[in-house]
């Protein structure tokens, strides 16, 4: 079974700075996607960035980027230029490509990012 | 794109009674997911449909726990006889074949 592994229960980073959070995953699988998630206090969870495992090339999308390590299974998220409003619950999540696989995703327990003006 | 849409927002309940949410997906996605996430967790899957079948279930649907998804658009969840433990967040989400999952806003379900 595949499961997702995110080891910073918290991080803080001040604005403007850069942050890294941290994901792990295990899987047997070779076909596969990952994700991160933003979740907003009491708000609903917004796709932050994609990587699909078949690429070499890391994802970014404007001041998300991701270090996408597949032989070591890491998958981390890099925030540039930190904002107040990236303040939220991070999640790291994993889904199956295999044609047979199933489409859920398995998700990390998540880091909760704080801002610091 | 209306995004999804869940009902109730939060919902309050005795122990023991029957509740039901709905979730409305995005109008073109076939594909509709239940997820259920507990104070400080990472969103945990219940239950998928394509269309109006439903193909996977998770073992953490129990006996008191039915989904439907009768005409391929909306979904609801019932949980039957709810226990202290079902207090959680229930989230739903849709997609397209290959695409990211887009969740809603969820159900709080709170049992006294």
């Known amino acids: 079974a595949q499961t997702v592994t995110q080891s910073q229960p918290e991080m803080s980073v001040q604005e403007a700075e850069t942050v890294t959070l941290s994901c792990t995953y295990d899987t047997s699988e070779s076909d596969y996607y990952l994700f991160w998630y933003k979740q907003p206090p009491s708000r609903q969870m917004i796709l932050v960035i994609r990587?699909?495992?078949?690429?070499?090339q890391n994802a970014t999308e404007n001041r998300f980027s991701v270090n996408f390590q597949k032989a070591a299974k890491s998958f981390s998220l890099k925030i540039s230029d930190s904002q107040l409003g990236d303040a939220a619950m991070y999640f790291c999540a994993y889904r199956s490509a295999t044609t047979s696989g199933t489409y859920k995703y398995i998700f990390g327990t998540g880091t909760r990012l704080k801002v610091l003006a | 794109d209306t995004g999804v849409s869940q009902d109730p927002r939060h919902k309050i309940t005795k122990r023991g009674q029957n509740v039901t949410f709905r979730c409305d997906p995005i109008?073109?996605?076939?594909?509709l997911y239940w997820y259920r996430q507990t104070l400080g967790q990472g969103p945990e899957f219940l239950t998928y449909f394509q269309n109006e079948a439903q193909l996977e279930k998770s073992r953490l649907l129990s006996d008191r726990f039915s989904a439907e998804r009768p005409k391929g658009s909306f979904s609801t969840l019932e949980i039957q006889r709810t226990e202290q433990g079902d207090s959680a967040m229930y989230l739903c989400?849709?997609?397209?074949?290959?695409?990211?999952?887009?969740f809603g806003d969820g159900t709080r379900l709170s049992i006294l």
């Open positions: 989400a849709s997609s397209l074949p290959g695409q990211p999952q887009h």
């Open positions: 109008s073109e996605h076939n594909r």
């Open positions: 990587q699909e495992a078949y690429k070499q």
